[in-house]
């Protein structure tokens, strides 16, 4: 019951529940905005109607996001404002330009799109969703760029008068190669977890014989996205380790449990530990592969935590520099075998689309892998976090040193109750919303607007009613 303890868990929950929107909102925005342009293209009604409906679900999901994500960012003064005094003059600078520039770029025109339709020319309403996704993206870049420099610091000097880390290189802090894997890995992330969203509710409305021509397209555009997007998320997941293997060391061997320094090094398929969760119990490895994982070599050597304790212990003082194994361990096992399976289901719904599969059998549990990429989400984003414990900026400043000074268990408490009683009826709320938009259908999303042909050519929306 510590202030910095109950900090952490009230950062962990809102940051956890904040990033269970981003990824979605990062990819379904692309969707939309390919959808629409289909309708541009082809004047085909489906696409119209498949832009309103998966639209409606990307609003509800921004606009809980945004609500969730602004709260973060009072928590670095009120929590953490030792780490904001240190870190200020250089993670202030991409926060800003985030803010500034990416956040009212994809705010304002998300509301261009909303109230835009039939008041605006065709073409700058098209291009408004056109730069709603961008800017999530963009947005999404400046704030991995932030963490990234967290993750491994550049372009810094520590001011010894001020003891604080100071900003002399921009270009080095924007060109970081861990916020653009980061950042790398968030794009595929997002546009998985939009496929398999789109792949559920399609499934949900072909099992029940509802607007088959509309899901069948967008189910089959799913499986596709969804395949290449798990794909490379594989493929990013591994770079990000690799990248890892040369810059936290600490990390990624708590993430294989691997103990000792080893050359070749043996890959941990399945390890137990004892209660301190720093004592190997038992185990099965495979010879070779973790060598291989780390260097794309089968005879590199792998350094193992306790060498590397002792290192940080000698350089940075004494400290338990040794992450909760436990969570590092499971978290990066259950995303990796979550992302292995999302790539075999995807692929699997890829090649049932090349027949008639509307009418199978299977089709009914189809909607029940929806949290298959939340789950690796949320698994990702707390091994990311966990693992550079104790760090809060690796090999500057400590979490213990970086909480505020003055706060007590008792407002901690207080607020952390608040935060999850509030958190709460949001993802009740937005559950429920998302629920039922998507079980009504496109249909429901078009009862909203309709478009009437005004002299000038460009048009009017106009409630159902108004036409009455």
Partial sequence: ????????????????????FVPLTLGLGWFVAYMQTRYYQTRDESWRKLTKFWGKL??????????????????????????SRYVGDIFGAPLAIEALMAFFLESTFLGVWIFGEGR??????LASIWLVAIGSNLSALWILLANGWMQHPVGYVVNEL????????????????????FFWHTIVSGFATASFLILGVSAYHLVRKQYVDLFKRSFQMAALVGLISSTLLFFSGHTNGQFMFETQPMKFAAI??????????EFSILTIGDLTGKREVWSIRMPYALSFLACNNFDCEVRGVYDIQDEY??????????PLMVVTYWTFRIMMTIGLFMILVSFLFLLATRKQYEDAKWMKWVPWVIPLPYMANTGGWVLTEMGRQPWIVHGLLT??????PNLTPLDLLISLIGYTVVYGSLASAMFYLMKKFAIAGPDATLHESVDVESEDGIGDALPIGAQD
């Fill in 162 to 181: 001020t003891g604080r880390a100071e900003l002399v290189d921009f270009l080095a802090l924007a060109a970081n190669p861990k916020g653009w894997l």
């Fill in 313 to 322: 212990a000698a350089r940075y003082g004494p400290g338990d520099y040794i």
């Fill in 1 to 20: 019951m510590d202030p910095v303890t109950l900090s952490r868990w009230q950062f962990g929950l809102t940051t956890v529940y904040h990033f269970l």
């Fill in 256 to 265: 294989e449990a691997h103990w000792e320094t080893s050359q070749p090094a």
């Fill in 58 to 83: 990307f609003l509800i999901n921004f606009a809980i996001g945004v609500v969730t994500g602004i709260v973060q960012e009072f928590q670095f003064g009120m929590n953490w404002s030792e780490y």
């Fill in 399 to 404: 979490v213990e040193k970086a909480v505020s």
């Fill in 120 to 125: 605006i020319p065709e073409k700058a309403h």
